[in-house]
């Protein structure tokens, strides 16, 4: 899943650089991360073993994280609208997809689910959790106009400025 945060750095670089070893390190990262480090159901696992063949979070748990599965999610939308490969699309809108579907009705997001069974795992609504899963809801609209991606957006953004934001009166 950590694999996931080097593809905008690579794509810039391929960009600024028009180096295609850059580009095609991109390209198989984000392959093999629809692949192998995405669920059925479209989150991403933290870990993946390869020896196991299967995916944990980072201390071999059955967990995933939602703050992976967003910034992944985001990712593969970046390198999607770098490549024009529709696996890239189809995999960055199936981890969007689940998000939305995890999210809370105050708009939050868990930070913690047991893969095997989707439960929540520990405290609702994480602020850092949240913040990450803000980064994909606007990624998918942006390339989808899909209302219910920025509805998500917004109802979590609402959510973070109440729960998370302090405000101070001064006068």
Known sequence: GWNGQVLSPLI??????????????????????????????GAFHEVYDLKLNEG????????LYSHTTARNAAEMLRLYKFTKDEAHLRSGLKACDWLL?????NGGVQWKFVDSTGET????????????????????YVLTNGDKSLAGARKLAECCGKAFVRTHDHG
Not at 14 to 37: Q, Y
Not at 101 to 105: D, M, R, T
Not at 121 to 140: C, H, K, N, Q
């Open 121 to 140: 795992e520990g405290p609702p609504s994480s602020a850092a959790a949240s913040s990450d899963v803000l980064s994909a809801g606007p990624e998918a």
């Open 12 to 41: 810039a670089y391929s960009k600024e650089t028009g180096d295609p070893k850059a580009k095609n390190m991109a390209v198989r990262i984000g392959n093999w991360l629809a692949r192998h480090g995405q669920t059925d159901y």
């Open 101 to 105: 579907k995890v999210q809370e009705p």
């Open 56 to 63: 944990a979070d980072f201390i071999n748990e059955d967990l």
